[in-house]
């Protein structure tokens, strides 16, 4: 195996890099090295990438922003596929309608939308990470979704074949859809509906403020760590079941919101795994439901 890496760094060069520190590469600031980290120059070498590692039967990980992953102490062993800049372009293709890398980040797109009066695009100021993360997790708030302004998405799947899926052949839920995991998002359209900057940047504003009124930022967090459960909110289940002040060492939940999770300072991941599932458990004994995660926790357990 070592030999196999030593003979992919000599392919693919200053794209790839052995046993990288993932911790710069998520919000929370944790994790281990991945045994390879690939940021590809571009989709060709991608999917050169991807043959080759089939040939050793290389488990692949897809990180996006690390918005919403925990990634173990241990690190990851197998590779790490990152789209980077060249992956998030941001181009008009026809009237209300973009097309958007998925290393895009929400945000970009928004104000792209904006620039170019571009309505019902105005939520993804508020979601943190990119555009492929968003359509895996069908990612909305405040009453939109990302499934609502999607036209179609194009995905390299494990063989290195591309393909493009209209709206209509995805099944989209709550933080889910049916592309299989194993598909590697590479761009989308996004089809929004006429207007004006003046009115975009006040929603946008507005959407922006209610989140600052509600939600912790400037801390090392992945976001909402549980979601809603069709009865009640994670945050509002947390805080009845009397989780909200729990901690373990550094790991401890937002006082602004209790379904925010963060490092504070120097957790591990191994204590805000246990922050969760201690939460969970909790919840579950006093309420009888059963909590689902948000986040993403990759890695190996030790």
């Given at each position: 195996m070592n030999?196999?890496?030593?003979?992919?760094?000599?392919?693919?060069?200053?794209?790839?890099?052995?046993?990288?520190?993932?911790s710069k590469y998520n919000w929370f600031n944790l994790g281990g090295p991945a045994d390879?980290?690939?940021?590809?120059?571009?989709?060709?070498?991608?999917?050169?990438?991807?043959?080759?590692?089939?040939?050793?039967?290389?488990?692949?990980?897809?990180?996006?922003a690390g918005s919403n992953t925990?990634?173990?102490?241990?690190?990851?062993?197998?590779a790490v596929i990152k789209l980077g800049?060249?992956?998030?372009?941001?181009?008009?293709?026809?009237?209300?309608?973009?097309?958007?890398?998925?290393a895009a980040l929400d945000r970009n797109v928004s104000n792209f939308a904006k620039e170019n009066n571009i309505g019902d695009m105005e939520f993804l100021s508020c979601i943190p990470g990119s555009i492929g993360g968003a359509i895996t997790m069908n990612s909305g708030c405040y009453g939109s979704e990302i499934s609502e302004i999607l036209s179609s998405v194009k995905v390299l799947d494990p063989q290195g074949k591309?393909?493009?899926?209209?709206?209509?052949?995805?099944?989209?839920?709550?933080?889910?859809?049916?592309?299989?995991?194993?598909?590697?998002i590479l761009s989308a359209k996004l089809k929004g509906t006429?207007?004006?900057?003046?009115?975009?940047?006040i929603i946008q504003e507005e959407l922006?403020?209610?989140?600052?009124?509600?939600?912790?930022?400037?801390?090392?967090?992945?976001?909402?760590?549980f979601k809603n459960h069709k009865q009640k909110k994670a945050w509002e289940l947390i805080k009845d079941s009397g989780c909200d002040k729990f901690f373990i060492g550094d790991a401890k939940i937002s006082e602004k919101h209790s379904n925010f999770f963060i490092n504070n300072g120097n957790a591990k991941t191994s204590d805000l795994e246990k922050?969760?599932?201690?939460?969970?458990?909790?919840?579950y004994k006093k309420t009888g439901i059963n909590l689902e995660l948000e986040i993403s926790i990759i890695g190996d357990e030790k």
């Open positions: 030999i196999m890496i030593e003979q992919l760094k000599e392919q693919f060069g200053k794209n790839l890099i052995i046993k990288e520190k993932l390879i980290f690939f940021r590809p120059e571009n989709k060709d070498q991608l999917i050169e990438f991807l043959n080759k590692i089939k040939t050793i039967n290389l488990k692949t990980y897809f990180l996006g925990l990634i173990r102490d241990s690190g990851i062993k197998g800049s060249k992956f998030s372009q941001i181009k008009l293709i026809a009237q209300n309608e973009v097309e958007v890398g998925a591309e393909k493009e899926f209209k709206r209509n052949e995805i099944n989209f839920f709550y933080r889910g859809c049916s592309l299989p995991k194993e598909y590697l006429k207007s004006s900057k003046e009115r975009i940047g922006i403020n209610r989140k600052k009124l509600s939600q912790p930022s400037r801390i090392k967090t992945g976001g909402s760590t922050l969760i599932n201690k939460v969970k458990k909790e919840v």
